[in-house]
């Protein structure tokens, strides 16, 4: 069964530090992966997308991929308040398949 | 540039009725996917429609079926609800390639059954 883990936290961080989610993937098949925020009440956002090992930077946002290791993580840096929410890891192969969401907390 | 519809936003049924949710793709994009929230969990793969046939299906029982149209618009019908299919139903949509185009959500539709 493919699964997606995440600690769901919370994660408190202070606000301008680094924030680290981290999540791994059980089916080696996939071959895409998205980091989406997803705040109280409302619908999942698209943050990045990564479908290499290696680095993708956009903005605060870098987004790490390790095939090998079916380990992917989102760093934000300068973390705002405004980036509290639940962050939501997920996977494609045969759909997309999410893990349960680290809550994050940025304290101001 | 319209994003995700998706109608109604909110709905209240009771056990054993029927429901049937509505998606309008985001402009440019060909290919619908639905899922299930429940409170506090991931969203959880119920299908994708692409050429207005199912593609694919996760693990959901055959009394959750679909429908895509030939304007790409899609519902999601649910027979003989149960209390455990109260939860947020999202629909998604991406164009033809599934595996490397990134899924866009709609606003959701939140379902209660008492």
């Known amino acids: 069964q493919k699964e997606v883990e995440q600690n769901s936290g919370p994660l408190s961080v202070p606000e301008g530090a680094i924030a680290s989610l981290n999540c791994t993937y059980s089916?080696?098949?996939?071959?895409?992966f998205f980091w989406y925020r997803q705040y109280s009440g409302k619908s999942p956002e698209l943050i990045m997308s990564?479908?290499?090992?290696g680095d993708k930077e956009d903005g605060r946002f870098t987004a790490q991929l390790n095939k090998a290791s079916q380990y992917v993580s989102l760093l934000i840096r300068d973390s705002q308040p405004s980036d509290s929410a639940t962050y939501l890891c997920?996977?494609?192969?045969?759909?997309?398949?999410f893990g349960k969401g680290t809550h994050l907390i940025i304290q101001p | 540039d319209a994003g995700v519809t998706q109608s109604p936003t909110h709905l209240i049924k009771t056990r054993g009725q029927q429901v049937t949710l509505r998606c309008s793709p985001k402009?440019?994009?060909?290919?619908v996917s639905w899922y299930q929230q429940a409170l506090g969990q991931g969203p959880q793969f119920i299908f994708q429609?692409?050429?207005?046939?199912?593609?694919q299906r996760g693990n959901f029982p055959d009394r959750f079926s679909g429908h895509q149209f030939p304007n790409y618009s899609s519902e999601l019908n649910v027979n003989a609800l149960l209390l455990g299919d109260s939860a947020l139903y999202l629909c998604?949509?991406?164009?033809?390639?599934?595996?490397?185009?990134?899924?866009?959500f709609g606003d959701g539709t939140r379902l209660s059954i008492l």
């Open positions: 998604a949509s991406s164009s033809t390639d599934m595996d490397n185009q990134p899924q866009h």
């Open positions: 089916d080696r098949g996939s071959q895409s």
């Open positions: 990564i479908y290499s090992n």
């Open positions: 997920a996977a494609s192969a045969d759909g997309l398949t």
């Open positions: 402009s440019g994009h060909d290919t």
């Open positions: 429609y692409y050429e207005e046939e199912e593609r």
